[in-house]
């Protein structure tokens, strides 16, 4: 089931996506179930928005895949690097992404998959880990790359308005062991890789997070990018697209 988030005649609503229209809920599927008011809503009547706006945090995992890890010169760490992001750095589909050219010179893209979280988890073990999901969407894990060299933790490189794109819809049954990421930049494929070849998966990633942050409906956990991150410039197009999920497309723009 896809689940969307989006505007309608300047009215904010979810709905579930079938066949061409989006069945609209009565509320927030996370908190209030799946009731339906009755209505249908073509999909190219709405506008979509971020599927989700986490309440407190995105939790990010950096260095989550072997490839990668060797492309920014070093081995992936034995435990999972994590990181927050801001819960302002989310837009949704369509949204431009800025990029802060008074304080950084290059800014990559990273397409990622991201878990949202559907009940609040603190402590919870990897074997009952997925029960805390309530779906996944695509992310892009943009980066301040020079920031983040010079500055010696993340906040800033990961941290500016815009800099997490997510969406398009939230995917509730997506079968991970076939799932693949794909970045585009103006149509031209930068990263390919399957989510299987994440070096920490899913349930690991879920019960190291509730291990140090309580973990409430909404939060989104970003699981890292595969090989093949790099820079964009003001007017490319960046998607990344999740088999099963979607295509999140932002354009770039200078701030
Ligand atoms: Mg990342």
Redesign the pocket.
């Known amino acids: 089931m896809k689940i969307a988030r989006f505007s309608h005649q300047d009215v904010l609503r979810y709905g579930i996506v079938d066949d061409g229209e989006l069945v609209v809920l009565e509320a927030d599927p996370m908190f209030a179930g799946f009731e339906t008011t009755g209505e249908r809503v073509p999909l190219h009547d709405v506008a979509l928005l971020a599927p989700v706006i986490p309440r407190s945090k995105v939790v ?3 260095k989550n895949y072997h490839d990668h890890a060797a492309e920014m010169g070093g081995e992936a760490p034995a435990e999972p690097l994590m990181f927050l992001k801001p819960n302002t750095s989310v837009i949704g589909p369509g949204d431009a992404i800025v990029r802060p050219t008074t304080l950084s010179s290059q800014t990559d893209f ?1 397409g ?1 998959l991201a878990v949202v979280i559907g009940r609040i988890a603190k402590n919870v073990p990897a074997e009952r880990a997925l029960d805390y999901v309530f779906g996944y969407t695509v992310a892009n ?1 943009v ?1 301040a790359r020079d920031l983040q060299r010079t500055d010696g933790q993340w906040s800033r490189a ?1 941290g500016f308005d815009t800099f997490c794109p997510v969406g398009p819809v939230i995917e509730t049954d997506l079968d991970l062991a076939a799932a693949s990421i794909t970045t585009r930049v103006n149509g031209e494929v930068r990263q390919n890789g399957p989510v299987s070849d994440m070096i920490h998966d899913v349930p690991a990633l879920i019960a190291y997070a509730s291990s140090v942050f309580t973990l409430l409906p909404g939060d989104l956990i ?1 699981t ?2 595969p090989a093949g ?1 790099g820079p964009f410039a003001a007017g490319d197009e960046i998607e990344v697209e999740i088999d099963g999920i979607g295509t999140l497309r932002n354009t770039a723009r200078d701030a």
């Open positions: 990010c995992i950096g990273e990622e894990d980066t990961k970003l890292g990018t991150v």
